[in-house]
T-cell receptor
Framework: QQQVKQSPQSLIVQKGGISIINCAYENTAFDYFPWYQQFPGKGPALLIAIRPDVSEKKEGRFTISFNKSAKQFSLHIMDSQPGDSATYFCAASRSSGDKLTFGTGTRLAVRP | DSGVTQTPKHLITATGQRVTLRCSPRSGDLSVYWYQQSLDQGLQFLIQYYNGEERAKGNILERFSAQQFPDLHSELNLSSLELGDSALYFC????????????FGPGTRLTVL
């Protein structure tokens, strides 16, 4: 019940396009949903996070959409740039400070 | 730069050996987490320490152990190494157990030959 499923595995988007990555979870005890960005040779870095009390959170070009009833959440990257090319991981945890359960990752390539 | 440091950056060793990975959390952070990243298993939680005490355990093998010292740095010990232990090992830290954000270090790449 701890699994977080992420899709697609890889994504190619043209510069200026919208990148969309989806995640689904099973454990209804999860109440914190962060997205991490990882560049080759680096550790994951927190990009944006959401709690179930809101359906959407936007920070710059990055937006999380959250559907509690469907147990799904997604990351939208607007006006995608080549510098956004990285691997993106969704994650979930049960409470503040709890371990993170990660999705399998999405490798995003933004073509110039 | 997250402020979390890990050493060494790369480690190459042989099967059956023992290694120690070191992590220094961000200044002021009391909680340390260890994660393993492999191609087939993705990012998996191993263990968490808070202010020197073990707080949570994931699917950590019995051959693996960790500790957090009074100065809050942490070490992950891997023994009787097997080929399948080759992976990236990340340390993350957070301010307290009530804090959501975990900041990840750059990782240690372990290769077991």
């Amino acid at each position: 019940q701890q699994q977080v499923k992420q899709s697609p595995q890889s994504l190619i988007v043209q510069k200026g396009g919208i990148s969309i990555i989806n995640c689904a979870y099973e454990n209804t005890a999860f109440d914190y949903f962060p997205w991490y960005q990882q560049f080759p040779g680096k550790g994951p870095a927190l990009l944006i996070a959401i709690r179930p009390d809101v359906s959407e959170k936007k920070e710059g070009r990055f937006t999380i959409s959250f559907n509690k009833s469907a147990k799904q959440f997604s990351l939208h990257i607007m006006d995608s740039q080549p510098g956004d090319s990285a691997t993106y991981f969704c994650a979930a945890s049960r409470s503040s400070g709890d371990k993170l359960t990660f999705g399998t990752g999405t490798r995003l390539a933004v073509r110039p | 730069d997250s402020g979390v440091t890990q050493t060494p950056k790369h480690l190459i060793t042989a099967t059956g050996q023992r290694v120690t990975l070191r992590c220094s959390p961000r200044s002021g952070d009391l909680s340390v987490y260890w994660y393993q990243q492999s191609l087939d298993q993705g990012l998996q939680f191993l263990i968490q320490y808070y202010n020197g005490e073990e707080r949570a355990k994931g699917n950590i093998l019995e051959r693996f152990s960790a500790q957090q010292f009074p100065d809050l740095h942490s070490e992950l010990n891997l023994s009787s190494l097997e080929l399948g232990d080759s992976a990236l090992y990340f340390c993350a830290s957070s301010l307290a157990v009530s804090t959501d954000t975990q900041y990840f270090g750059p990782g240690t790449r372990l290769t077991v030959l």
